[in-house]
């Protein structure tokens, strides 16, 4: 038997087992944050091109994702780096072409108007 002033081998307790489990959370809903602020920063980009509404952008992102078998997170960092690069992959670039062309034609946005100078 171990004497009074000798540890023991260190045991998980259910405190600990808690604290674990919350920074696992933690880090699981840090990640969803920042997943959520890349594809919405990625509808805005659509909407802005393809002139067409945010719930239009989302099915466009969507459809992107599963046409081209590339995670929704993926494709939403690739239209961002388009943003400042203008570099596109081509299969992202002609889902992306047709997708914004068919939901152009059946968009619920009124027609462009031509910006002035």
């Given at each position: 038997?171990?004497?009074?002033d000798e540890?023991?081998?260190?045991?998980?307790?259910?405190s600990d087992?808690s604290?674990a489990e919350?920074k696992k959370?933690?880090a699981?809903?840090?990640e969803?944050v920042?997943?959520?602020?890349?594809v919405d920063q990625?509808i805005?980009l659509?909407?802005?091109?393809?002139?067409?509404t945010p719930?239009?952008?989302?099915?466009v992102?969507?459809?992107v994702?599963?046409?081209?078998?590339?995670?929704?997170r993926?494709?939403?960092?690739?239209?961002?780096?388009w943003?400042?690069?203008?570099?596109?992959p081509?299969d992202?670039r002609y889902?992306l072409?047709?997708?914004?062309?068919h939901?152009?034609?059946?968009?619920q946005?009124?027609?462009?108007n031509?910006p002035?100078v």
């Amino acid at each position: 038997m171990p004497h009074q002033d000798e540890e023991l081998p260190h045991e998980e307790t259910a405190s600990d087992h808690s604290v674990a489990e919350l920074k696992k959370e933690v880090a699981q809903l840090r990640e969803a944050v920042d997943s959520h602020a890349v594809v919405d920063q990625a509808i805005g980009l659509i909407v802005g091109v393809g002139q067409i509404t945010p719930a239009e952008a989302w099915d466009v992102l969507r459809e992107v994702s599963m046409n081209t078998n590339t995670k929704l997170r993926e494709v939403a960092e690739t239209l961002i780096d388009w943003g400042c690069t203008g570099v596109l992959p081509g299969d992202i670039r002609y889902e992306l072409e047709r997708r914004l062309v068919h939901k152009r034609l059946h968009s619920q946005c009124p027609e462009p108007n031509p910006p002035t100078v």
